[in-house]
């Protein structure tokens, strides 16, 4: 079996994910003409020109954008329902996708229409493909920390349908201290907790996310690497990282694949996992990010195994589900 194959036919969870980051073009270009808005952009072809990022914020400031033609469930079920089809495919099995509601909120969309829509593609998926999932809430960090504090009490109504609470956005001059309060409260409401750290940020920031924070995961974690004692940390706490190497590449996190950290990571025994992160805009769904981090790091049949191991191991699926699947891989790897 080539490597190519052996990705796309092993069972892999994807554990970094922003369902406003699967937005496609044309799917855009539809429901905005279907809810009669305006994009800046004339045609799926100059949008697609825009896709070029120097950083984080230039990504960001065109995915919020983006996400502002989503107004009723009808176009939150037909955005998720979109990435399942596609993951899949893929022999995505698990997904835990994350959420941004004040992206929709501030501007008016209820919180309750936004979780239906997507709610309701999950529970189809589940039904059709046996595709289980789970949805995080992710907090804005560019915005207050009173915001997301109502944010959250807007949503424990309905708690039964989220499995945790994230931090995305802008990571510079947002450090995760900022919201500490908030993942007091969802940490005592039995939520689990991530945060993007590290990503363009500095070690620092990651520090906070685990000490601080109290996460159980952490997305990205890149520049963990610079500081050899939170290395040791993550690991002696078995906090699992959620890498993104096409995102890393498009945001100029790295110049090159090949200067990626995941294959040193691994070295060092660190649990880190490959995720999309926002594949409508970075190149590549999963298996694409698979294949271009395989390609680059020269990984081997074993370690991309290992990789796929991971995504369930540090997943918030149960022990019996997790050692299910992890089975099913060694059993490929044989
Ligand atoms: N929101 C969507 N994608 C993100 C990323 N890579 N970092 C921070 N916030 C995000
Ligand atoms: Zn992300």
């Known amino acids: 079996m080539t490597k190519k194959e052996f990705i796309h036919r092993v069972p892999k969870a994807e554990l970094h994910l922003h369902i406003e980051g699967t937005f496609e073009p044309e799917l855009m270009f539809a429901i905005a003409h279907r809810n009669n808005i305006q994009l800046e952009y004339a045609s799926v072809d100059e949008l697609k020109q825009a896709y070029q990022f120097a950083n984080l914020q230039e990504f960001l400031d065109i995915y919020y954008a983006g996400a502002g033609v989503l107004l009723y469930e009808q176009d939150f079920y037909d955005l998720t329902r979109a990435y399942f089809d596609r993951i899949h495919a893929q022999g995505v099995v698990h997904a835990e996708i994350f959420f941004d509601p004040q992206t929709h909120t501030d501007r008016g969309v209820a919180f309750e229409t936004v979780l239906k829509g997507i709610t309701r593609a999950m529970d189809d998926v589940r039904e059709q493909y046996g595709l289980s999932s789970g949805l995080i809430l992710s907090i ?19 708690k039964q349908y989220f ?44 520090w906070e996310a685990i000490d601080l924070l109290g996460v159980d995961r952490l997305d990205h974690g890149n520049r963990s690497m610079e500081d050899d004692r939170l290395v040791a940390e993550l690991i002696r706490r078995k906090i699992a990282l959620t890498l993104c190497p096409l995102s890393n590449l498009k945001l100029q996190v790295v110049s090159d694949l090949r200067q990626h950290p995941l294959k040193r990571m691994m070295e060092r025994g660190m649990l880190v996992t490959v995720n999309s992160d926002d594949p409508a805009y970075f190149g590549g769904y999963l298996n694409e990010n698979y294949e271009a981090i395989a390609e680059a790091l020269e990984l081997s049949i074993d370690e991309i195994g290992q990789l796929a ?23 490929m790897l044989q």
């Open 140 to 158: 804005l960090r560019h915005l207050s920390e009173e915001s997301a504090l109502r944010t959250l009490d807007e949503a424990l109504p309905f």
């Open 163 to 206: 499995i945790g609470v994230g931090l995305d956005s802008s990571e510079l001059g947002h450090p995760p201290v900022k919201f500490k309060r908030v993942f007091e409260r969802a940490r005592a409401e039995g939520l689990k907790t991530l945060a993007h750290a590290g990503e363009e940020g500095p070690p620092a920031y990651v």
């Open 309 to 331: 191991v991971n995504s369930f191991e540090a997943s918030f699926l149960s022990a019996a589900e997790k050692a299910s699947w992890t089975g099913k891989i060694e059993a």
